[in-house]
């Protein structure tokens, strides 16, 4: 299992969810990606990607005002 991360700092909505979405499609079944992102709203607007596009929602934490999102590439 790989760990990618992709930098969304300073990004709103909807560029998160594009390129979690544009990552993922290039990871192997299993792998990990983690968002930082200082977007509020990443959080739910990946849950909800995740759920649309049959990914895994792993958890999200908040350092000040900074995200990190871990989603699983699972098909």
Do not use: F
């Not at 969810?17 to 709203?41: F, H, N, Q, Y």
């Amino acid at each position: 299992m790989a760990l990618v991360t992709i930098d969304c700092y300073g990004l709103l909505c909807p560029l998160p969810v594009i390129k979690a979405s544009a990552e993922i499609k290039r990871m192997a079944r299993g792998d990990e990606l983690l968002v930082i992102s200082t977007d509020p709203g990443a959080a739910q607007d990946l849950k909800d990607w995740c759920q649309a596009n049959r990914q895994v929602y792993v958890d999200a934490e908040v350092r000040g005002r900074v995200w990190e999102i871990r989603l699983r590439k699972e098909i």
